[in-house]
């Protein structure tokens, strides 16, 4: 891949991955054998591969959401059941910061 320099934090955030100092140590040094590795693809001959040969008629299976209207009592006793509510609203731990 010759003198090509990259820039490990730039490639953790689109990853989104914090890294360690020693960590970004070592992926300064990996990263551009790695992507040395992953340019050998651009040495497979793919002309003669259908563009469509791995497509399927696969459909979403998920069922449509539908809402349903509860009594005040089953929706107080739902509410009751779950480990953490506020204001009404059933909590659930945050994904993102």
């Not at 960590?23 to 340019?39: G, N, T």
């Not at 696969?58 to 779950?82: G, H, P, Q, T, Y």
Request: overall charge negative; aromatic content about 6%.
């Amino acid at each position: 891949m010759g003198n090509i320099e990259f820039n490990v934090d730039s490639v953790a955030k689109l990853a989104m991955l914090d890294l360690t100092d020693e960590e970004r140590a070592m992926f300064a040094q990996q990263l551009p054998s790695i992507m040395a590795y992953v340019s050998k693809l651009h040495e497979v001959d793919t002309s003669k591969v259908d563009s469509s040969a791995y497509l399927t008629d696969l459909k979403n299976v998920m069922r449509e959401d539908v809402a349903i209207d509860l009594s005040e009592d089953l929706r107080a006793d739902l509410i009751k059941a779950f480990p953490s509510e506020k204001g009404g609203a059933l909590e659930v731990p945050a994904i993102f910061e």
